[in-house]
């Protein structure tokens, strides 16, 4: 007889559905340059901060270029910490931008970096390579962002996205800018479509800026969310949340079927959530992106924890927002 608690995990609630979690096609690479980040906000799954000193080498940036090249994947997603600030974070732009399959080079940007002495001409760098910026912005009112965020957050993140859109993003097709919403707290996101809508009628009327998408993200049970919800005496009750609101219908598009997930030192995982959780693929060894061989991924099955639920909750969750509609 297994526990209650094997009996309530994640592996047997999609055995219960009789779903398989498998990878199918890799269209997406999602790099994790490193833990360095101007900001340490309360909802961080990567523990990011200012003195954190992992961080992508040009050496491990050449590898994983290299190692491209001959794949077919068209989308390279790239996320931190803040990835602007690495060393070479504008020589990997550029040698991405070199390959002919990359179609999409999406910049995970926290807006506020953009602001930042030393990057002052960062926002025309990105335009000049059509880097797709997608930028947290988990409220469109002051007191929610400075709370997740820090104080200031919110001022800053405001002039980033008119800079932005003084230039182009979010106002023309090839300089694509969508917003991240994370929910502040230990509650579901609510319905995507109908928050996309309130966010530009709001962020128009007080602020004159636009933007093309709005992505609803949940807060994930690991790292510094998980430490807040601990701290708050809340992390049962957020778990219970998650395992009662488990959709299968968006199984299926999970991320982890089509991203594959790489650290900053070429580390191989499923998603960016077991990267942090350091469930590195092995095959008696740990494995690294020039471990791996680019056509023989379908069918990998994915490895699966708790935190999982957090991607299947209510409307599904992953990198590009949620997953159904409707739920
Ligand atoms: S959530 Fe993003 S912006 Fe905030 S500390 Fe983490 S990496 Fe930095
Ligand atoms: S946490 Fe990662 S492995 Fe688990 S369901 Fe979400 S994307 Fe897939």
Redesign the pocket.
């Known amino acids: 007889m297994p526990t209650a608690e094997e009996a309530a995990s994640?592996a047997a609630t999609l055995h219960r559905h009789g779903l398989d979690?498998r990878r199918g096609t890799t269209e997406i690479l999602q790099i994790n340059t490193g833990k360095l980040c101007n900001l340490t906000c309360i909802h961080c799954h990567v523990n990011a901060g200012p003195k954190r000193k992992e961080i992508i080498t040009r050496h491990t940036i050449d590898r994983i270029v290299d190692w491209l090249a001959v794949t077919d994947i068209h989308t390279v997603d790239l996320t931190g910490g803040a990835p602007e600030m690495i060393p070479d974070f504008r020589y990997f732009v550029q040698r991405l931008r070199a390959l002919p399959q990359v179609r999409t080079i999406i910049d995970r940007c926290n807006l506020t970096i953009l602001n930042e002495t030393g990057y002052e001409d960062m926002a025309e760098f990105l335009a000049a390579h059509r880097v797709t910026i997608v930028a947290s912005m988990p409220c469109y009112c002051p007191e929610n962002v400075n709370a997740q965020r820090g104080d200031g957050v919110f001022d800053s993140s405001i002039r980033a996205l008119q800079r932005l859109n003084s230039i182009g993003y979010g106002r023309t097709e090839d300089l694509r800018l969508d917003l991240v919403y994370n929910p502040n707290g230990d509650r579901l996101p609510p319905a995507q479509a109908e928050l996309e809508v309130d966010y530009k009628v709001e962020l128009k009327k007080h602020f004159d800026i636009e933007f093309h998408r709005l992505y609803c993200i949940t807060n994930?049970p690991i790292s510094r969310f998980k430490s807040w919800l601990k701290n708050n005496g809340k992390l049962n009750h957020y778990m219970d949340l998650l395992r009662q609101s488990f959709n299968p219908a968006a199984v299926n598009a999970?991320?982890?079927?089509h991203?594959l997930s790489v650290g900053w030192q070429g580390e191989v995982y499923?998603?960016?959530?077991?990267q942090q959780l350091g469930l590195q693929w092995r095959n008696g060894k740990p494995l690294f992106l020039w471990d791996i061989n680019p056509s023989n991924l379908i069918d990998r099955p994915?490895?699966?924890?708790e935190?999982?639920f957090?991607?299947?909750a209510g409307s599904g969750?992953?990198c590009s927002g949620t997953l159904v509609s409707g739920a």
Do not use: E, K, P
Request: glycine content about 8%.
């Open positions: 994640f979690l994930m999970l991320m982890c079927r991203t499923d998603c960016d959530f077991n994915v490895a699966l924890g935190h999982c957090g991607c299947t969750s992953s």
